[in-house]
């Protein structure tokens, strides 16, 4: 756990940490971009069916899409014959210019293939998890960033021109890929470079900048009515990133750990100058003492198999998993659920992301005071919330409707804070590994969110029991976990089983006893015990 003493000597949240800040936030506004542009390009309008005898259609007389389907009404309620729709399809312009289902016709016999499209670009997601999470163990944080960025601009631009439903689908498929390589390194890589007492706004900032680009698509959308010239204008500025190559540093601290020190001590030189915190020769000697005793360690690879290989870990691991699935799985069944109020789908989408401010808000002024009990507490509101409902009678949808949103923005706390927690639940050495399985429980979730619905053939409660009862375990559990708040990142799966000591603040010694027995250099750092302030 030595770098975070070093982080106390060049400072943990000073100048150069606040630009790498910027460079991590301006993606976020695009990957919401992506994340929910499918609700405007796949978005089904009215559309009927076109017949000799039709004459001019009345999109007015539909009360919804279904209606138009032939083969689920009659030829008085859809405007076509009771067959197969023959003369083609007729889409209402009011709302849209033009989606993804009115230019290849993906409705009645076709519909489902516009859920398919949805799935996959979600299974894009959950492979991008796995194979980013790895990748960046192996090859670096800022490196996958890099790659993940280049990845979303031009398959994110392809799919703008794509020729077919089929080839719309594949890009999207590689855009969501790069988007968990994007959010997992970001995330990760400003982690690693704050200090315990300022590390939750690894988590909490970027969410802001996500929330951000969840508001502005709603005004983007409603002034963008094409899908394809949407498209485009989500994509092609992430080109503009390209100047990431000379700005976004790497992680010192994933370097020391790969045992490529020089490039790591290069990094942290730079990181003291820009905080003004000059490299002295007294941290020039606690380098020399780190290195000595991080040569005298022995080097072992890891693997995704060491998170559940000792005791401590593989039960911190698990529950972490879980409540990674549950918070993904409710947010988007809640979402789902809230959108079947019928308002103005622009609307809708303005609301929904001014909702999750205030749940990303005030987990700043909990998280400082504990990951754990901020983590339970949430757990607990949304959980509670939607279980509230199912005994709200049917016709107070007023209530029932109130309830949910609570239960939205105790799910969206919660979820802010389930980064910052894993982050440092997760040992260096296999950090990434753990955020990459976290995500990709996460994204089978999503992947199931939509498949909640066709719980209702069972019970008209069923969703919202099990939006309710998967938090409240999920509540229980974080009891199992530990308290992280203002406490060093574990660099070692050692650390975590207790086979490394820490002074009372949470600190690790051993560093500085070590420099204190070959230098003088502890006598300007951390000779007092008191925790670093903010």
């Not at 990748?135 to 031009?154: F, H, M, P």
């Not at 470079?193 to 939750?200: D, E």
């Not at 005994?391 to 919660?414: E, H, N, Q, W, Y």
């Given at each position: 756990m030595h770098f975070d003493e070093i982080l106390h000597i060049i400072g943990g949240f000073g100048k150069f940490q606040k630009l790498l800040y910027v460079w991590i936030c301006l993606p976020q506004i695009f990957l919401a971009f992506h994340m929910f542009v499918s609700i405007f390009s796949g978005a089904v309008p009215p559309h009927l069916c076109r017949s000799e005898s039709s004459g001019s259609l009345n999109f007015s007389l539909l009360p919804s899409p279904e209606l138009s389907c032939p083969a689920r009404a009659n030829h008085s309620d859809a405007g076509g014959p009771a067959v197969r729709c023959r003369g083609g399809w007729e889409y209402s312009t009011e709302t849209y210019q033009s989606t993804i289902v009115t230019e290849w016709d993906l409705v009645c016999d076709k519909a489902s293939l516009n859920y398919v499209g949805s799935s996959i670009y979600m299974l894009g997601l959950l492979?991008?998890?796995?194979?980013?999470?790895?990748?960046?163990?192996?090859?670096?944080?800022?490196?996958?960033?890099?790659?993940?960025?280049?990845?979303?601009?031009?398959?994110?631009?392809?799919?703008?021109f794509a020729p077919n439903f089929y080839v719309y689908t594949a890009l999207r498929f590689m855009v969501g890929t790069s988007i968990s390589g994007v959010i997992m390194n970001a995330f990760v890589l400003g982690t690693?470079?704050?200090?315990?007492?300022?590390?939750?706004?690894?988590?909490?900032?970027?969410?802001?900048?996500?929330?951000?680009?969840y508001i502005l698509l709603a005004g983007l959308a409603y002034l963008v009515r094409d899908w394809r010239t949407l498209q485009l204008a989500i994509s092609a500025p992430g080109f503009l990133f390209i100047f990431y190559v000379l700005v976004l540093p790497k992680s010192a601290r994933w370097l020391l750990s790969n045992n490529r020190k020089e490039e790591a001590w290069e990094v942290i030189r730079r990181a003291a100058q820009m905080n003004r915190k000059p490299f002295t020769q007294d941290l020039e000697m606690c380098q020399q003492v780190y290195k000595a005793e991080e040569e005298s360690e022995v080097k072992t690879k890891h693997s995704m198999v060491d998170l559940v290989r000792t005791p401590r870990m593989r039960r911190q691991s698990l529950i972490v998993f879980y409540l990674w699935f549950v918070n993904i799985l409710v947010y988007y069944g809640l979402s789902l659920n809230i959108a079947a109020l019928g308002m103005n789908i622009y609307v809708t989408q303005l609301v929904f992301g001014l909702v999750e401010m205030p749940a990303r808000t005030i987990t700043l002024f909990t998280l400082n005071h504990s990951r754990k009990f901020s983590q339970l507490a949430f757990l607990l509101v949304g959980g509670s919330a939607c279980l509230l409902?199912?005994?709200?009678?049917?016709?107070?949808?007023?209530?029932?409707?109130?309830?949910?949103?609570?239960?939205?923005?105790?799910?969206?706390?919660?979820l802010s804070i389930i980064y910052v927690y894993s982050a440092e639940v997760f040992p260096t050495v296999i950090r990434q590994n753990g955020i990459g399985m976290g995500s990709m429980f996460a994204r089978l979730g999503g992947v199931l969110a939509p498949m909640m619905h066709f719980l209702r053939f069972l019970s008209p409660q069923a969703p919202m029991m099990l939006c309710g009862v998967l938090p409240l375990l999920g509540a229980a559990l974080t009891l199992l976990l530990p308290e992280t708040a203002n406490k060093p990142l574990p660099d070692s799966i050692q650390d975590i089983e207790g086979h490394r000591c820490s002074d009372e603040d949470g600190v690790n010694t051993t560093f500085f006893k070590a420099c204190l027995r070959k230098s003088d250099c502890s006598s300007n750092v951390h000779r007092d015990t008191s925790k670093p302030s903010a």
């Open positions: 492979v991008g998890a796995l194979l980013f999470g790895t990748l960046a163990d192996k090859y670096g944080r800022r490196n996958i960033i890099l790659v993940s960025l280049a990845i979303q601009a031009v398959f994110g631009v392809g799919a703008a690693e470079w704050t200090g315990p007492k300022q590390r939750m706004l690894a988590g909490i900032i970027t969410d802001y900048w996500f929330g951000l680009g409902t199912i005994f709200v009678p049917g016709d107070r949808s007023m209530v029932k409707t109130s309830l949910a949103m609570v239960g939205k923005f105790g799910i969206t706390a919660s």
